[in-house]
């Protein structure tokens, strides 16, 4: 029987969506302007990394030919081959919102039909009896923040008002989110988890999609840094899964990085949770070692996103993705007949891009594996095409409104 693994890499969009004027993208287009960067030289970072974009393995199994489609134009500095050796296409989502919920629940099945809740005033951002609320619910001297705001940005301006008065610093950005960054030490990490549960319930009826605990350590300025206990609490999917259906069906599920998170807890199986891509990726390979026939691996390598599209980092995302893809022959070598391999992502993140918030983009979907004919399978009309030729695939029927491939 066949196994599945679906690697999501978090923010990798290709191409502004048409729809992207909705929300200000219009023209963005996070692959696409990565490598027209480092093809203008402007990926160039001494010590990280030189020159054109060199993803040879995904290029391979069609990437550069999906990220075509996607745009009608090519990738800046790369050769395609003539027949790439992968399915390979382009996502179009129809949930609302850029967001990795919306983006991870589409992708399994699970498209969402309402709107997300958001706070939309820059300044003074969470409505009084919210901070209120939260005051009270986490016996709190007051809160920090209460504005948009970038996690690392907002660190740096007030983590030392933070530990001087012990307000956890309260913030948010154009997705449906309430983060809370606090001293993991001083302030406390469960304290922290504890005070994101309450808020959660609190935010339930506003529709917002993750109350995003933020870690972090560091006494000065210069030294605040995130850990990885980022902790994301969201409301569940609406309605059933490829996670819901294969639990159903008694699968074995293993999930890594924060797939977890994402999907509430809810048919995630064993969860794997350790820090930074590569990491991840040894975790993902490992837990295919040991997936049983008829078994899932869902991944989140959530670092692009984190790390280099937020941060606005086109070196730093060249990189990361020029290692992602140097590791992909691991991967491959390790498919056994039958298996499937997808790689997708949740949505946009361009680096170039004004501002430091996801965008609304077209994700590229591959497909490979030994027994996975190589071919085109065009743009899919939502990404709950994944979830549908999944399901087909591992032989427990189409999940949710997507067309299988
Ligand atoms: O700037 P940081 O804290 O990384 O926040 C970013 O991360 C959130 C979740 O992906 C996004 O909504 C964006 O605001
Ligand atoms: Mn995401
Ligand atoms: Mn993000």
């Given at each position: 029987?066949?196994?599945?693994?679906?690697?999501v890499?978090?923010?990798?969009g290709c191409?502004?969506?048409?729809?992207?004027?909705?929300?200000?993208?219009?023209?963005?287009?996070?692959?696409?302007?990565?490598?027209?960067?480092?093809?203008?030289g402007?990926?160039?970072?001494?010590?990280?990394?030189?020159?054109?974009?060199?993803?040879?393995?995904l290029?391979r199994l069609?990437?550069?030919?999906?990220?075509?489609?996607?745009?009608?134009?090519p990738?800046?500095?790369?050769?395609?081959?003539?027949?790439?050796?992968g399915?390979?296409?382009?996502?179009?989502?129809?949930?609302?919102?850029?967001?990795?919920?919306?983006?991870?629940?589409?992708?399994?099945?699970?498209?969402?039909?309402?709107?997300?809740?958001?706070?939309?005033?820059?300044?003074?951002?969470?409505?009084?009896d919210?901070?209120?609320?939260?005051?009270?619910?986490?016996?709190?001297?007051?809160?920090?923040?209460?504005?948009?705001?970038?996690?690392?940005?907002?660190?740096?301006?007030?983590?030392?008002?933070?530990?001087?008065?012990?307000?956890?610093?309260?913030?948010?950005?154009?997705?449906?989110?309430?983060?809370?960054?606090?001293?993991?030490?001083?302030?406390?990490l469960?304290?922290?988890?504890?005070?994101?549960?309450?808020?959660?319930?609190?935010?339930?009826?506003?529709?917002?999609?993750?109350?995003?605990?933020?870690?972090?350590?560091?006494?000065?300025?210069d030294?605040?840094?995130?850990?990885?206990?980022?902790?994301?609490?969201?409301?569940?999917?609406?309605?059933?899964?490829?996670?819901?259906?294969?639990?159903?069906?008694?699968?074995?599920i293993?999930?890594?990085?924060?797939?977890?998170?994402i999907?509430?807890?809810?048919?995630?199986?064993?969860?794997?949770?350790?820090?930074?891509?590569?990491?991840?990726?040894?975790?993902?390979?490992?837990?295919?070692?040991?997936?049983?026939?008829?078994?899932?691996?869902?991944?989140?390598?959530?670092?692009?996103?984190?790390?280099?599209?937020?941060?606005?980092?086109?070196?730093?995302?060249?990189?990361?993705?020029?290692?992602?893809?140097?590791?992909?022959?691991?991967?491959?070598?390790?498919?056994?007949?039958?298996?499937?391999?997808?790689?997708?992502?949740?949505?946009?993140?361009?680096?170039?891009?004004?501002?430091?918030?996801?965008?609304?983009?077209?994700?590229?979907?591959?497909?490979?594996g030994?027994?996975?004919?190589?071919g085109?399978i065009?743009?899919?009309e939502s990404f709950?095409?994944?979830?549908?030729?999944?399901?087909?695939?591992?032989?427990?029927?189409?999940?949710?409104?997507?067309?299988?491939?």
């Open positions: 029987m066949a196994r599945a693994i679906l690697i890499l978090d923010s990798v191409g502004a969506a048409r729809d992207a004027h909705l929300y200000g993208d219009a023209g963005a287009d996070t692959l696409g302007h990565i490598a027209q960067a480092c093809s203008d402007r990926g160039d970072r001494a010590g990280l990394r030189k020159g054109p974009l060199t993803l040879p393995n290029v069609g990437l550069a030919h999906a990220c075509e489609a996607s745009t009608g134009k990738l800046a500095g790369i050769v395609k081959p003539v027949a790439p050796e399915q390979y296409g382009y996502g179009v989502e129809i949930s609302q919102g850029k967001d990795t919920p919306s983006g991870h629940w589409e992708i399994a099945g699970c498209p969402v039909p309402f709107q997300w809740g958001y706070f939309t005033a820059l300044e003074n951002s969470f409505p009084p919210l901070v209120a609320a939260i005051v009270k619910q986490g016996a709190l001297p007051g809160i920090l923040g209460n504005k948009h705001a970038s996690g690392t940005a907002i660190i740096d301006e007030l983590a030392e008002e933070h530990i001087r008065t012990g307000k956890p610093i309260c913030y948010t950005s154009v997705d449906s989110v309430l983060q809370i960054a606090a001293h993991e030490e001083l302030f406390g469960e304290r922290l988890y504890e005070l994101c549960r309450k808020t959660r319930l609190l935010v339930d009826p506003l529709k917002i999609g993750r109350v995003i605990a933020r870690p972090f350590l560091g006494r000065t300025e030294a605040f840094k995130r850990t990885g206990n980022r902790k994301d609490f969201a409301i569940p999917p609406p309605g059933e899964t490829l996670l819901d259906r294969l639990a159903a069906q008694g699968r074995m293993i999930t890594v990085g924060k797939i977890g998170d999907f509430a807890h809810r048919a995630t199986g064993e969860e794997i949770k350790p820090f930074g891509n590569a990491a991840m990726f040894e975790a993902a390979l490992e837990a295919l070692e040991r997936l049983p026939d008829g078994g899932f691996c869902f991944v989140n390598l959530v670092d692009f996103d984190s790390e280099y599209g937020h941060r606005r980092d086109a070196p730093g995302y060249a990189a990361a993705l020029e290692a992602f893809d140097a590791s992909l022959p691991r991967l491959e070598a390790r498919l056994r007949s039958g298996d499937i391999a997808m790689i997708t992502a949740d949505h946009g993140n361009d680096p170039t891009w004004p501002g430091t918030d996801h965008t609304r983009e077209h994700t590229p979907i591959l497909a490979f030994p027994d996975v004919a190589p085109l065009g743009r899919r709950a095409d994944i979830a549908a030729t999944l399901g087909s695939w591992l032989g427990i029927g189409v999940v949710g409104p997507g067309r299988p491939w």
